[in-house]
């Protein structure tokens, strides 16, 4: 389907163990439609991060065949995944990954400025995501200046930059307070609305509920209620 952006059929991974291979992935079938809110659920040892990994092209299935946004991942090389890892995913993680010695405009414009554009043009670019996010006061500042869920309003934006086909959020809330991470998933809300399709990994079933469909994962299978 055209409005499919993730396509997920007969996904196994496994990890060499000694002399034996240990599944962690068995089977997965899963598929995200253009526009999606979708929560992966799952506790530690699930499989739900190896799974992230292989949907954000940072590892590859052992079997199996994705499609993301319409492209054949299953049969690129590395150098191919980076440059679609770069171009069709924005990632947002647990603890923000932003760079200490680039100040806030840096650090959101960089996937941009990976790609070849200017500084000055990517700065052009992010601004209108900036402002929604409202964190356009605090450019000049560094992460070690902002506070918890500041530095995850910047982690969006920086995923935001470039107009990916997916979100791909990593425990988004787990750094943060309480309050501070009903505001970040009320802001996940917003952008939903906006169009933006989102795959959230999460332990937590109250912060998956957020999502507009919430997808099981226990021992490497996927289930759905």
């Known amino acids: ?26 089977n997965i079938r899963f598929s995200v439609e253009k526009g999606e809110f979708v929560a992966i659920l799952g ?14 092209c940072m590892d ?4 199996g065949n994705y499609y993301l946004n319409g492209e054949a991942i299953h049969e690129m090389p590395q150098d191919r995944l980076n440059e679609i890892r770069n171009r069709e995913i924005g ?3 647990q603890n923000y990954q932003l760079i200490p010695t680039y100040n806030i405009l840096q650090n959101i414009i960089m996937p941009l400025v990976v790609r070849g554009m200017t500084s000055r043009e990517a700065e052009k ?24 869920g500041q530095k ?8 935001l ?30 952008l ?12 937590d079933l109250n912060v998956a509920q957020h999502a507009q469909r919430i997808v099981h994962i226990i021992d490497g299978q996927l289930s759905e209620t």
């Open 161 to 190: 930059a470039g107009q990916p086909a997916i979100l791909l959020a990593d425990e988004p809330t787990g750094a943060l307070d309480s309050s501070s991470g009903k505001d970040v998933l009320k802001l996940f809300e917003e």
């Open 91 to 93: 990632f947002i993680f």
């Open 43 to 56: 506790p530690s040892g699930s499989g739900k991060t190896t799974l992230m990994n292989i949907i954000g």
């Open 60 to 63: 590859v299935a052992d079997s």
């Open 125 to 148: 670019e992010c601004m209108p995501i900036i402002e929604l996010l409202g964190i356009s006061h605090r450019l000049a500042h560094r992460p070690n200046e902002l506070s918890g």
């Open 152 to 159: 995850q309003r910047v982690s969006i934006a920086r995923a």
């Open 192 to 203: 939903h609305g906006l169009g933006n399709t989102i795959v959230m990994i999460t332990h």
């Open 1 to 26: 389907m055209e409005s499919r952006i993730i396509e997920m059929e007969g996904i196994n991974k496994g990890y060499r163990l000694g002399e034996e291979t240990v599944p962690v992935l068995r």
